[in-house]
C-alpha cells in the first residue's frame, strides 16, 4: 500500500524560501509519478509541479516556473519541492500525489498525502 507524507510547510513572509518533502513507501511507489498539488479555501485543487518517473522529465505550472523546483529523490523514495521568492498568493495546503498515470489532472492521481499549509505573508 502507497502512503505519502508530506512535510516542511509553514508560515513565512514575501520573497522567503521553503522546501517540501514528501517522504513515500510501499513497493509500487518506485515506479509512480509524482506531483505536488495546491489547494487555497474556495478554490479547487491545481497542479503545481510534476516529475515522470522514468524519464525524469518535469513540467510546472506557469505561475511557479522559474520560482519553484521539483525533484525527487529515488533511492530515498521521497519527493521535495523547492519554493523560492514566495509571494502572498502561494498561499494553500501543499498536498504530495503519486500515480502510475501521473500528468497534470487531479483524477489521473491515485494516491495522496494528508497535505502541509504554506503560508505567505506580505
Known amino acids: 500500500q502507497v502512503q505519502l507524507v508530506e512535510s516542511g510547510g509553514g508560515l513565512v513572509q514575501a520573497g522567503d524560501s521553503l522546501r517540501l518533502s514528501c517522504a513515500a513507501s510501499?513497493?509500487?511507489?518506485?515506479?509512480?509519478?509524482m506531483a505536488w498539488f495546491r489547494q487555497s479555501p474556495g478554490k479547487e485543487r491545481e497542479f503545481v509541479a510534476g516529475i515522470a518517473v522514468i524519464s525524469g522529465l518535469t513540467a510546472y505550472d506557469d505561475s511557479v516556473k522559474g520560482r519553484f523546483t521539483i525533484s525527487r529523490d529515488n533511492a530515498k523514495i521521497t519527493l521535495y519541492l523547492q519554493m523560492n521568492s514566495l509571494k502572498p498568493e502561494d498561499t494553500a495546503v501543499y498536498y504530495c500525489?503519486?500515480?502510475?498515470?501521473?500528468?497534470?489532472?487531479?483524477?489521473?492521481?491515485?494516491?495522496w498525502g494528508q497535505g502541509t499549509q504554506v503560508t505567505v505573508s506580505s
Open positions: 510501499g513497493r509500487t511507489v518506485r515506479t509512480y509519478s
Open positions: 500525489a503519486a500515480s502510475p498515470i501521473g500528468g497534470r489532472r487531479v483524477a489521473g492521481y491515485t494516491h
